[in-house]
């Protein structure tokens, strides 16, 4: 299920080419469809939050499979731009309520290793990022040599694909469930409110960081295949090269979690922060192919290695009676501010920035919020969150 809902979210990169050609926009019109993925992923993390607190964590995580199905439904049938953004708001939906449920559930099914737990998690979610751009090559050339009445571009296909396989999966962990002993660690998380006013300092350590790092990584990664065109490489080597910046996560993944089982947390978040910084700068002044894959890969491993690290950090520290709660809350902060990323990127560059100009710009202002949290932490006022 998690592979499906990442899946949900990162399609849109590989495919924003295709968007520009199919209903002739520009990139800023593009762009501002990929924000919608991930406005519409931040929009049902609060209410998924209230949900929490009145169903088991295992029955909404079952309700995002069928808003997946039917989102996808919509988006294949898309025939004007707006009818896309309305889809691409859509799909975020399923993968913000679902990752707002299930982080919350795996981490109490695994209580004594969760940074272990998240990274197994997050690796999953990560195959589907390494797989998107191969998936959606292949389903562009198949759908171009089909003839295939309900569908009327071969781009199309691709969220034919994805609700199909989200009903099969849906299924799947329905029949799962009814077999599993599963936690009650969040039984006495009742109190929405409640839990923010009790753990905002960890809420908005979480908002700061994810917030502001998201909001460059979304900008460099759903314009990575034009920005690599824009370097000289050719489309399908472009395209592609979001397999390597993605694959890299999957090792990031696995080993950060274990990482944040043994490191002091919070100064190793933060030394994941200083390097992606380092990573985005290094990968401004690159050129060629083989030198673009050495920075692509590292840039891929280090934002990766942030994510387990973060939610081990934050799902470890909030208590069992506010941890949902809290968590919903802490994801829709971070992701108001990520989402408006790729739509920065979009209209900056069609006022005639580079790209490159533009991701040096981003990498210094996070260079500065990196900086005061650095100050912060040595003046004790972030939470440890230690193990």
Request: charged share 10%; glycine share 10%; with cysteine.
């Amino acid at each position: 299920m998690v592979l499906l809902v990442n899946l949900a979210r990162v399609v849109f990169a590989p495919l924003l080419g295709e968007f520009i050609t199919f209903f002739e926009v520009n990139r800023a019109t593009v762009g501002f469809v990929a924000t919608l993925v991930w406005l519409g992923s931040a929009s049902l993390r609060v209410p998924t939050g209230w949900l929490l607190t009145r169903f088991p964590r295992h029955r909404v995580v079952l309700g995002t499979g069928l808003v997946l199905v039917l989102a996808s439904a919509l988006t294949a049938s898309a025939d004007s731009i707006e009818m896309l953004m309305v889809g691409a708001a859509s799909m975020g939906l399923a993968s913000g309520a679902y990752f707002v449920a299930a982080n919350p559930l795996v981490s109490e099914l695994y209580p004594e290793r969760v940074g272990r737990a998240m990274g197994i998690h997050g690796t999953a979610s990560q195959l589907a990022a390494v797989g998107v751009a191969p998936f959606v090559t292949l389903v562009l050339a198949v759908g171009a040599d089909l003839d295939l009445p309900f569908v009327i571009a071969s781009w199309q296909l691709v969220f034919v694909c994805v609700g199909l396989a989200a009903a099969v999966v849906t299924v799947a962990l329905y029949l799962t469930a009814r077999s599993t002993d599963l936690p009650d660690a969040g039984a006495d998380d009742r109190d929405l409110l409640g839990a923010v006013r009790k753990e905002w300092r960890v809420i908005l350590t979480g908002v700061v960081i994810l917030g502001a790092t998201g909001f460059v990584w979304q900008g460099v990664f759903n314009f990575y295949e034009l920005y690599m065109t824009s370097k000289g490489l050719r489309q399908a080597t472009a395209r592609n090269m979001l397999t390597v910046v993605f694959g890299a996560g999957v090792p990031a993944f696995f080993f950060s979690g274990r990482l944040a089982d043994k490191l002091p947390r919070v100064p190793y978040i933060l030394g994941v922060l200083v390097a992606f910084v380092v990573s985005v700068l290094v990968l401004t002044q690159t050129q060629g192919l083989a030198a673009l894959l050495v920075v692509t890969a590292i840039l891929g491993y280090v934002i990766h290695s942030l994510f387990p690290a973060l939610d081990a950090y934050l799902l470890d520290t909030l208590p069992d009676e506010s941890r949902g709660s809290a968590y919903s809350v802490y994801s829709f902060g971070m992701m108001i501010f990520q989402a408006t990323g790729a739509g920065a990127v979009g209209y900056l560059t069609d006022i005639e920035y580079t790209f490159d100009e533009v991701f040096v710009a981003f990498a210094l202002g996070l260079g500065v919020v990196v900086t005061g949290l650095l100050v912060l932490q040595r003046a004790g006022r972030i939470p440890n969150g230690d193990v």
